[in-house]
Nanobody
């Protein structure tokens, strides 16, 4: 089970920190990723982190503003989002997979999503 939380309403330029707790997994052996989706559009890759935390990936649209991290002792992955823009408004989903991928079709397990709304 994946439980995402931390979404909310924030002003343009503000910050939020998302968390995703993974239960029932040998967490430290899996890569984790964050995706986001707006109505009518495909779920898009935001950021991912390898099982050890040694490798991270970011989409061009969030690079330099978002930071992904993980706490293997807490079975949790985080997404620190700074300098938020209205175009970051979306439902954010965490996902787990053995190998890190940027393709949403390669993930079978998803959290329930948490809504981030950035006002202009």
């Amino acid at each position: 089970q994946l439980q995402a939380c931390g979404g909310g309403l924030v002003q343009h330029g503000g910050s939020l920190r998302l968390s995703c707790l993974a239960s029932g997994w040998t967490f430290s052996t899996y890569s984790m990723a964050w995706f986001r989706q707006v109505p009518g559009k495909e779920r898009e890759f935001v950021s991912g982190i390898s099982s050890s935390g040694g490798s991270t990936l970011y989409s061009d649209s969030v690079k330099g503003r978002f930071t992904i991290s993980r706490g293997n002792a807490k079975n949790t992955v985080y997404l620190q989002m700074n300098s938020l823009k209205p175009e970051d408004t979306a439902v954010y989903y965490c996902a787990i997979r053995f190998d890190l991928s940027v393709r949403n079709t390669e993930y079978s397990y998803w959290g329930q999503g948490t809504l981030v709304t950035v006002s202009s």
